[in-house]
């Protein structure tokens, strides 16, 4: 799927292209619900560990909607990708205008994920966000 607002970087490896799907899916595309983006892109029993916080696969589809609703992404760019078997790295960063502040915002984040076939088993994510006080949390909200 190509997008303007989301840049890529050549990045082609199988996962590599799941998981981009996955994000421009979540934050540009109206097309699927946040429980069809559950459903197809993360394993029944995913966990995550963002920003410090332990989130099972129904708090995690919170965030999922919450961002949704919350934040506009206006770009997203691909650092960085590796992926090796079943694990995939990445570098992004996100670019918007938050709902709740109304302030910009940009977020670069650091994420590792185990895949299941081709569904999300586990991720692991750390970010920082730069503008408004209330919107630090923006990348990890529930």
Known sequence: MSDERQVRNDFNGRL??????????WVFSSAMSDQE???RYFTPDFSAHIDGVDLDKDQFQSRVGRMRREAIVEHQE??????????????????????????????????????????????YLNSATKGAPEDADIASRS
């Open 16 to 25: 590599q292209t799941l998981f981009q799907d996955f994000f421009f899916n």
């Open 78 to 123: 691909f650092i960085e990708m590796m992926e090796e078997g079943d694990r995939l790295f990445s570098m992004h960063s996100v670019r918007g205008q938050s709902l709740a502040s109304g302030q910009p915002f940009e977020t670069r984040a650091i994420a590792f994920f185990i895949f299941k076939g081709d569904r999300i088993e586990s991720a």
């Open 37 to 39: 983006i559950m459903d």
